[in-house]
């Protein structure tokens, strides 16, 4: 198993910004590409950035420019850097990985969802 713990979210002046970060911890052999996904009230749940272990990264039209994710393979930890928030992106931020852990001397990989962590809440208001 492995744990995914989210912090730095808050709330926020429209124009502000935000850096959110997810630590890995677990039996874990590896972990590959991570995310964050964001579900705002009365909508489904949307990605936001995904970055590989690579280090290759991908973010939303809707945060292009204004959001920047980056990771640590040796913390094991992602980081969303939010800048210009907007009202609009006021919602939940998950964190999501894929990896690889331990079960005994077994190596198990993750089920099609990935693991989730608890969420952080980002208000974007003045």
């Known amino acids: 198993q492995v744990q995914l713990v989210e912090s730095g979210g808050g709330l926020v002046q429209p124009g502000g910004s935000l850096r959110l970060s997810c630590a890995a911890s677990g039996s874990i052999v590896a972990v590959y590409t991570m995310g964050w996904y964001r579900q705002a009230p009365g909508r489904q749940r949307e990605g936001v950035a995904d970055?590989?272990?690579?280090?290759?990264?991908e973010c939303a039209d809707s945060v292009k420019g204004r959001f920047t994710i980056s990771r640590d393979n040796y913390k094991n930890t992602v980081y969303l850097q939010m800048k210009n928030l907007e009202p609009e992106d006021t919602a939940v931020y998950y964190c999501n990985a894929d990896a690889s852990t331990y079960s005994g001397l077994v190596v198990v990989t993750a089920g099609p969802e990935g693991y989730w962590g608890q969420g952080t809440q980002v208000t974007v208001s003045s």
């Open positions: 970055i590989t272990s690579g280090g290759s990264a």
